[in-house]
């Protein structure tokens, strides 16, 4: 049995994944490789260069103290070269280049201890694309470039953009790596569209998430192997540019998660050696 961890994309609301890693770690259940998208992607390979409670606490204290200017500063130079045609994005990517140098311990994708790959999408085919070497900052860079906000990333002569674009829920990738058993990480559901959400971007990414749902739920039902999504709440309001929550959404990860296992002991290895 080969297992999986697979990160969905969602920007801030992807902190709740911390909390679902700790449960499952308190649990015993250890993954043989890790996939991700979008900011799931900097979950997965963050946790692959050290799969350790220890590291889990490193990733909690990072998303409970990020804040929208770490991740996706606004700059009126550069907003109005996006908005002429004179960019290709609204945000210049080096602060976000900046935070995953300064988080990362590795190099390069092969050097992480657990095995980690990054999906991003080919900015011109919209096919995935999965990184699992080279320089692991520019390939999550890549992974998280949501298209309108932040530029494509070359990476081989290819512009690649946000992997959550062409695989949010990057199952079918994580099973053309050897996965047979996956746990599906997700990140927070915002609440059905009678709930209002005010702002120009929050309004296209809650638009972008409800066409993304849709191709992530083709994915899960193509899935061969066995697959284990982790449940989470639905919220009312919620804005994947609004990075204060972290801690709330990380405590949201774990409680669900425990809950969770707690009804299917069956996946919890000391239970079942016992």
């Known amino acids: ?33 890790v996939v991700g998208s979008s900011a799931g992607a900097i979950n997965a390979v963050t946790f692959a260069q050290d799969p350790t409670g220890a590291g889990i606490e490193d990733m909690q204290r990072l998303w409970v103290g990020l804040r929208r200017s770490d991740v996706f500063p606004m700059n009126l130079r550069a907003l109005l070269a996006g908005l002429s045609g004179r960019g290709n994005g609204l945000v210049k990517p080096g602060h976000l280049r900046t935070l995953l140098e300064r988080i990362l311990q590795v190099h390069d994708l092969r050097d992480t201890p657990l095995p980690a ?28 470039s ?41 990140s927070l559901i915002d609440a059905p ?11 296209m990414l809650r638009s972008m998430g409800m066409l993304l749902g849709r191709t992530s739920g083709h994915d899960l039902a193509a899935a061969r192997g066995e697959v284990h999504v982790l449940p989470v709440p639905t919220m009312h309001g919620l804005n994947p540019l609004d990075f204060r929550h972290g801690a709330e959404y990380v405590r949201l990860g774990y ?15 000391e239970l079942v050696a016992a």
């Open 146 to 186: 949501i298209p309108g906000l932040l530029p494509p990333v070359p990476w081989g002569g290819k512009p690649l953009i946000d992997g959550g674009i062409s695989a949010d829920v990057p199952i079918l990738q994580a099973e053309a790596l050897g996965a047979t058993t996956s746990y599906v990480l997700p």
């Open 193 to 203: 569209v009678d709930a209002p959400v005010t702002g120009a971007l929050p309004i």
């Open 117 to 144: 790959h990054v999906v991003a999408t080919h900015a011109l085919t919209g096919r995935p694309e999965v990184l699992s070497e080279g320089p692991a900052a520019e390939a999550l860079l890549a992974s998280s």
């Open 255 to 269: 409680d669900s998660t425990r809950g969770w296992l707690s009804r299917r002991p069956e996946l919890v290895p």
């Open 1 to 33: 049995m080969t297992v999986a961890f697979v990160f969905q994309g969602g920007s801030s609301l992807a902190a709740v994944q911390v909390g679902m890693l700790r449960a499952l770690h308190d649990a015993g259940v250890r993954p043989d490789l």
